[in-house]
């Protein structure tokens, strides 16, 4: 079928995706679980599963649908033969909230779902209905044309991405676990950054095969307090403004191994570009056999831009400080928060243990005691002591294989889809060699709680959808319809060539 260049399939497709963003289903931090507030959840998402059956009512006769936590979708096609591990496809139902001081700043109201004709407009076209209705546009549009799966296909949609996925996608996780047991899954697709990004004369398809650990980690420092009349030489925020100095005075230095993608990704880079400067390409070449070429390497990716810096780095962000209540009263208590992304070759233990270290030197300069993790490190004084705990540790992502099987037949699709099918769509691509390559994912999607299911863990979102230029979490939040029908024709091929492939 002719998903790029049929006008009706075109309409009726933009009118899928415009339906979809017009149901407000953005969660907020504070959300309450499910169990706490079901209404809460039932607002928003009772009228989207509604939304999703009456637009897809062929879909849901063929699959089987079933809802985990009340609010997951977990619809399963059927596959023909049960010795083939399934295909599992995600994307998640929830999307950002808007803030009220930005709404003067989209071109139409975010929950209008405007088509122009070239592009569509609101909260969730960029992030990501765009991707969840497509997949089922690409289900919808083979079973129409006859096709029946050999190897089943699962459809995994979240309900809170966009704030950890604990209720959705963490119980999605363990439900298929128990149902198909570890490494059960053929492949898993998740969304992804950036789809393509133009390096000289090619185009990387930037596909994530690992993702950075995180960590937030909260000191707080708890000091006599006084009146300000008659200070100490360094109140609690004054000593807590050193810790932080010292904190980014001591950034964490660049690693480059064949652990990162990025790796492979330079050395791709290097064997077919004809514009990447010399001295930089003989590096490259030797980074499997030179430490040196490696070290060379690794600081000019550092130092290239802060986006690249982070691919070969701990980052550390100061995020949230807290302190005083009075402009007469000493402090007595102040708090800092630093959320931290970990290195592929790093660990959680690793940025606790350099935290400590940093942590515990400006304790021993002010007389201070230590507690962490509830226990005592340092004995408390009267000078007062640090408190230390912390927060939503992930580690690393397991590293997805690179080229094998799998990868020739993600890779070669990709390279099939862009360059021919979706020929004249392109923009600025077209007629410009594409090189699918591993990559970072810049974030933590769904995908973390899918680790056990499958060592083949892709992070891609096809199609043109750049998160900055589609203001994706931001104001005036759009898709160019072209990427929409992109992610639509990737899946209705992909589809039908991992049927044949061999487990």
């Not at 989207?48 to 897809?56: E, K, W």
């Not at 005075?249 to 077919?272: E, I, K, S, V």
């Not at 980052?315 to 402009?327: F, P, R, T």
């Not at 769904?446 to 589609?470: C, E, F, M, T």
Request: proline share 6%; with cysteine.
């Amino acid at each position: 079928m002719s998903i790029m260049y049929d006008a009706g399939f075109r309409n009726q497709s933009a009118a899928k995706l415009a339906g979809a963003v017009r149901i407000q289903t953005h969660v907020t931090d504070s959300a309450p679980s499910v169990d706490q507030d079901p209404a809460y959840w039932h607002e928003k998402f009772a009228p989207f599963h509604d939304y999703l059956q009456a637009t897809f009512p062929e879909l849901w006769r063929f699959c089987q649908v079933e809802k985990v936590n009340s609010w997951g979708l977990v619809i399963t096609w059927p596959g023909s033969d049960a010795g083939l591990r399934p295909l599992l496809l995600g994307a998640h139902q929830d999307v950002v909230p808007i803030q009220e001081a930005s709404l003067d700043q989209w071109t139409y109201p975010p929950f209008e779902g405007v088509y122009d004709g070239t592009r569509l407009w609101g909260r969730g076209s960029a992030d990501c209905k765009n991707l969840l209705i497509g997949l089922l546009e690409a289900a919808e549009a083979l079973h129409a044309e006859g096709f029946r799966p050999r190897r089943t296909v699962v459809f995994a949609f979240g309900f809170d991405e966009e704030i950890g996925g604990d209720n959705g996608a963490r119980n999605i996780g363990l439900f298929l676990l128990a149902r198909y047991g570890p490494g059960g899954f053929y492949a898993v697709f998740d969304e992804g950054g950036q789809s393509l990004v133009k390096m000289g004369d090619v185009a990387l398809a930037l596909i994530g095969t690992s993702q950075k650990g995180s960590l937030n980690y909260v000191v707080s420092l708890n000091t006599p307090g006084g009146h300000s009349s008659v200070p100490p030489d360094h109140t609690a925020i004054g000593i807590v403004s050193e810790l932080v100095t010292r904190l980014e005075n001591a950034p964490f230095l660049p690693m480059f191994t064949a652990r990162n993608p990025t790796f492979a990704q330079y050395q791709c880079l290097a064997a077919h570009s004809a514009e990447m400067e010399p001295g930089l390409k003989r590096a490259i070449r030797h980074l499997d056999s030179c430490p040196r070429a490696r070290q060379l390497v690794a600081e000019k990716i550092y130092n290239s831009d802060l986006t690249s810096r982070y691919l070969v780095t701990t980052s550390q962000a100061v995020d949230i400080i807290h302190g005083g209540v009075k402009s007469n009263a000493l402090p007595e208590y102040v708090e800092v928060l630093v959320n931290h992304r970990i290195a592929v070759e790093s660990s959680v233990q690793e940025v606790l243990d350099r935290n400590m270290a940093i942590v515990g030197a400006v304790a021993d300069r002010y007389g201070l005691g230590i507690d962490a993790g509830g226990s005592e490190i340092v004995p408390r004084t009267q000078n007062g002591h640090f408190s230390i705990s912390y927060m939503d540790l992930l580690e690393p992502a397991p590293a997805t294989p690179v080229y094998d099987e799998h990868w020739a037949l993600l890779a070669g699709t990709l390279r099939h889809v862009y360059e021919e099918v979706c020929e004249g769509t392109m923009a600025e691509f077209d007629g410009t060699p594409i090189l699918p390559v591993p990559g970072m994912a810049p974030g933590n999607t769904d995908s973390k709680h899918y680790w056990d299911l499958s060592k083949h863990i892709y992070r891609y979102r096809p199609g043109l959808v750049p998160n900055v230029q589609a203001h994706a979490h931001g104001a005036d939040e759009h898709i160019v319809f072209d990427a929409h029908l992109q992610i639509i024709a990737f899946y209705y091929e992909y589809i039908q060539l991992a049927d044949w492939a061999r487990d």
